[in-house]
């Protein structure tokens, strides 16, 4: 019976063992998942109560990155296009337009909410509830 244990216990000593791996090997399943990589999404928010927006566009083929990011905050509305990949990240091209002179409250307005990963909707003041601010307003 104690050889059986024994025996037992040598083997789950056994498969419990890490696998070694060396850098080499590593190193090109690193390269292997980075060039075979692939994502996008998006998101954008529209906020018409405090006079915002915000979008976020992402790509991902392999190595290679694109995507943009734009705001507004009722002085500016500022978009910037850019890539990374082997040589880094850089700004392709930035827009910046002048647009008032500061945000409006708008206690009427709604917030919309859109993106990939999280679908659409919207919120609004709740006006009726003061321990409560906003309200989901889904379609």
Same mark, same amino acid.
């Given at each position: 019976?104690?050889?059986?244990?024994?025996?037992?216990?040598?083997?789950?000593?056994?498969?419990?063992?890490?696998?070694?791996?060396?850098?080499?090997?590593?190193? &090109?399943l690193?390269?292997?998942?980075n060039? !075979?990589?692939?994502?996008?999404?998006?998101?954008?928010?529209?906020?018409?109560?405090n006079?915002?927006?915000?979008?976020? @566009?992402?790509?991902?083929e %392999?190595?290679?990155? !694109? %995507?943009?990011?734009?705001? !507004?905050?009722?002085?500016?509305?500022?978009?910037?296009?850019y @890539?990374?990949?082997?040589?880094?990240?850089?700004?392709?091209?930035?827009e910046? &337009?002048?647009?008032?002179d500061?945000?409006?409250?708008?206690?009427?307005?709604?917030?919309?909410?859109?993106?990939?990963?999280?679908?659409?909707?919207?919120?609004?003041?709740?006006?009726?509830?003061? @321990?409560?601010?906003?309200?989901?307003?889904?379609?």
């Amino acid at each position: 019976m104690f050889k059986l244990v024994l025996i037992a216990c040598l083997l789950v000593a056994a498969i419990a063992l890490p696998i070694e791996q060396d850098d080499e090997d590593k190193a &090109e399943l690193e390269r292997i998942q980075n060039e !075979s990589a692939q994502y996008s999404f998006n998101a954008h928010v529209d906020d018409q109560i405090n006079d915002g927006t915000i979008a976020r @566009e992402e790509t991902r083929e %392999g190595t290679k990155v !694109s %995507g943009m990011y734009s705001y !507004s905050d009722g002085f500016v509305r500022r978009t910037v296009h850019y @890539e990374a990949d082997e040589n880094g990240y850089r700004v392709v091209k930035e827009e910046t &337009e002048d647009i008032g002179d500061g945000p409006q409250f708008n206690p009427n307005g709604q917030a919309d909410v859109d993106g990939s990963l999280i679908g659409k909707y919207s919120i609004k003041l709740d006006q009726d509830d003061n @321990e409560k601010h906003y309200k989901d307003v889904r379609a």
